[in-house]
Every structure is written in structure tokens, then in C-alpha cells.
């Protein structure tokens, strides 16, 4: 089977507020512009770095819309449509799919801890309210909810299922995903901080919520995994990590710091909707040394 549409980088999409936090339309319709003249093959819209926990549903189905006015045709557009319940998820999905959307993805359940049936249920539900591809999301760090081997083969045995979002630490999760699937499946690497790593064991594709804050670098890594340019690879991830570990590393949210670096490159999408925490004046100097790094290390590899 061909995955080649999602292959590639594919940002995580933040979400776009106005000064008051209100969904932009206009902000979210920027951001896509931004990423298309990056040269990014995809977007994954409404996951974690799209705040979708901190959403209601018309909003979620907004964005979902104003993505797609944009960007449907020009590059490859995955929905993620996990919820609280399955009939929001359902709708979400059914939104997507109405708007021409590549593939849905949605995580395990949340806040209840449910046994497998239940979690095997709630995905399968999502799947066949329609046509769409499907794309388990494994992120087990903020749902609880660990996807195994065994329970990813019995998910593929549904056609719809192409693949796995994985973004639990160990790469060696990566690798055994790919194992049970082999080449019928997508495995995509999720933490950007072993970008590099995930690809070398297994992943054929990035999503990534750091992405879009230096696409550059991320494109790039790509490219020498794909020439076999490990030792640059290794180099612009550690340059990359140093970026992540100094995003992490405010009084703001990663998401709020990530938010002013694109605000002062020009691409104006506005602050993180609480409980995640806005940047603040201490913040500020160090999101312009942040600035600098990403253009040091765009230049030494990118050049
Ligand atoms: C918990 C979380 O947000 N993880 C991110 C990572 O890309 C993460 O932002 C990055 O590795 C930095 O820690 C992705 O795996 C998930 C993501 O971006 C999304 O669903 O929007």
C-alpha cells in the first residue's frame, strides 16, 4: 500500500485565538498560509498543540473548516477528532469528512479509565461513522492509556485503521508497531525530541507540535535521515532538542512561547486559552535568545 501523501513533516496546528481568545478565522487562515509557503506536506488540525481539550465542539468544528477553506487540495490534512464522548467524536469526524479531510485520528478515552473493550469500542465507533482512513493516536504520557502491540493488530484488522500517531517516549514502541503492520501500515514519530531516532527505527513520517515554530529544521532532519546523513541527522536534532528544552523551560507554556516566537516572526495567532499559562515579562528575553537559536541552527544546516 501507498502512504505517500503522508509522508513527510506534518506540523501539529496550533490554535489560532483572537486578542479576546476567541477562535480567529482570520489568524487560523495565516497560520496554514504560513505553512504552506514552509513546504510542509501536512497538517494534523485539533490534537494537543490545536488545545482541542480546552474547546467546545463548534469551535473544534470551526477550525476543522477554516483549515480546509485554506489549505484542502494543497497539502495532506489529517482531523483529529478525540472527545470526552464518542458522539462528539462522531460529529467531529463526520465535519472532517464532509470537508474533504485526508484522515481522521482520534485519542484512547479520557478521564474515565476504561478497559479495552470500551477503548477498542470508542475507536471503532469513530471509524465507521465514515469513509475515512484512520490513524490511532498513542500518547499514553497524558491519557493514560498505553497502546499495545497486540491490541494495534487487532485494530488493523479493520481496513480503515493505516496507521499509528505514536508519541510515547521509547522508539523501540515505533519499532514494534511497524513490526506488527510492516509496510501496510504508517507509523509517525510524535515526540520531536527524538525526531531523528524515531525515523532511523521505524517511523516513515513526523507529526509534531514543535514543528511549525522552525519547519526549516524539521525538513531538513528529514532529508538527511532519508539521504542517510546520520551524523548531520544526529547534529540538528541536538541543536533542535536544545530549542525544545529552552520552549519547556518558561514560566509560559511551551504552546505560549512557541505563540510569541511565531507573533514576532510576523504570523499572528494570538495566546493559549487557560489553565495553560501565558508567557510573561521574564519571559520575553529568553523567547528572543529562543529566536536566535532556531536562526543559527537554519542557517548552519539549512543554508
Ligand atoms: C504532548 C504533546 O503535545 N506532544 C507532541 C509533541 O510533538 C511535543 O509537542 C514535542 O515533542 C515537544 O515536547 C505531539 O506528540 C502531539 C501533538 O503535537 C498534537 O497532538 O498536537
Redesign the pocket.
Known sequence: MTFEKFHGILP?FYACYDDQGNISEARTKDLCNYLFDKGVQGV?VG????ECIYQNLEERKAVLSYVADQLKGKMTLIA?VGAPSTRDSIELAKHAATLGYDALSAIPPIYFKLPESAVYKYWTDIMEATPLDFII?N?P??TGYTLTPSMFEKLLANKKVIGV?N?SMPTMDIERFKKVGGDDVIVFN????QFVSGRIMGADAG????YAVMPELFLQANEFVKAGNFNEARLIQSDINDI?IAL?SLQGS?YAAIKEVLNRRGVNVGSVRAPLEGITNEDIAPIEDIMKLIDQAIERYCG
Request: charge should be negative; hydrophobic fraction near 20%.
Open positions: 501539529a494534523y490534537g494537543s498543540s490545536g483529529h493516536y500518547i504520557q497524558t500517531k508519541s510524535g515526540p520531536d525530541e507529526i509534531g507540535g514543535t525544545i519547556c511551551m
